[in-house]
């Protein structure tokens, strides 16, 4: 380890806010992908599993991870997916080709299975559905809204009422499509295209149940050739009839470039920040007194550019995909992507890691198996559990490290969010790799005087995992010497290093 860097520091005080964090911030995704669903969430006859198939040991993880909104049932799955196959009996279901995935659906897992999930998680989990505009349109989304949401006394309300669910679901948040600016989405359109298929869907359902949520599509990445624009375009048509814009954004390390890996955040930031810019602009230019807000509802580390592990033929049940094992590095970049999004939480309503079991996921299980914690699974655990409150507007002056793709970058990235009670919640990553970085927080109109808890994730092997094997090899360990002295906050970041600070 080198000689300490010199200190970051930066300033809180309660009259300077970002805002409230929207609890939808902690949202997950479960989509038909891999073994997200069959031997992750559900898998009848397993040893854990309950009377709806569901395993118990993956509920009680999803239950400390803390989510919220859940987003379902995908993805590039659902652009193919017609929802009907997902409800009535089990053993009337149809198998069907998942195009998006080139596996084989079986369908014993829809809808009514998605809701006896959440409502086991507990009141703060909420469904996020998405709509398939791919290969439909106006009409099969408004079925599923009447079916999923109205009281009864339809055909497809009465229909739910007989498959077993005599209350409505109350389904309130809604995606118009998935990724409709991707060339590999099934049933891809152009901006227009979409932005009117969009505004039209969003009208009529507005018709069934005007307090809906929507979210219409923005581009699937920042990089793609049509960002910005693709917005525009959109939001021209949906401006006046959505909530919310969606971003997709996926971080990986490539040719062993660490150093710009750890400053993943900075792209996320300013990827919201020109998603908000294109947003007001469009609101500007129709003169709407409306401000919309952002759906982040898939962000990671994900390791796309690597090649599988080991072949998977098409048309499997639940094949073995995009089953990343997240290495401590992955978890203090994971860290830093949630201060980004915390640091915006003014715009950013809604965000879903993407996703939650097995596929590319916190949370990882076997088949007949036990389930266990990826090391990504700490600081979303964490941020969920003390993020919840008033986001502290926080200026950080830091000592600088360099990176080929963003140039200098500051080493410590933070926020902080202060609770109803008072207490505040520091959340602080060091980016550098070799140094610890003292840390400095001038506490004004505060009163703090006690650390309750300095927790880092750290460890001296940067590739340090958690596997079947070893299924705690990595977890956040107790930091000592974090103090208050004379209203200033006072510890040491160890070297690359995510760290959470309670102050009382
Ligand atoms: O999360 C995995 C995939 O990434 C989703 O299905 C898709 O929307 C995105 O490209």
Redesign the pocket.
Known sequence: MSLPEPAARFALDPDFTVGPVDPRLFGS?V?H?GRCVYTGLHEPGHPAADEDGLRTDVLELVRELGVTAVRYP?????SGHRWEDGVGPVEQRPRRLDV??RSTETNRFGLGEFMAFLRKLGPLAEPMMALNLGTRGITEAMDLVEYANHPGGTELSDLRIAHGDKDPFGIRLWCLG??MD?T??TGHRTAEEYGRLAARTARALRRIDPGLELVACGS??RGMPTFAAWEATVLAETYEVVDHVSL?A?YEETDGDRDSFLASAVDMEAFIEEVVATCDHVGARLKSPRKLTLSFD?W?V?YQRRPHPHPVEDWQEAPRL?EDVYTVTDAVVLGSLLIALLRHADRVAVACL??LVN??APIMTEPGGPAWRQTTFFPFAQASRYGRGTVLDVRVTSPTYPTDRFGDVPLLHATAVRGEDGAVTVFAVNRGRNAPLPLEVALRGLDLSRVVEHSALADADPEARNTLDAPERVAPHAVEGTRVEDGVLRAVLEPMSWNVVRLV
Do not use: R
């Not at 995908?74 to 659902?78: H, L, M, Q, R, S």
């Open positions: 995704f989509e992908l995908g993805g590039n799955f659902v998006a995935w998935n990724e991707g590999w989405q699937s990445g997709h996926y898939e990671n994900w995009l993407a996703q596929v590319i």
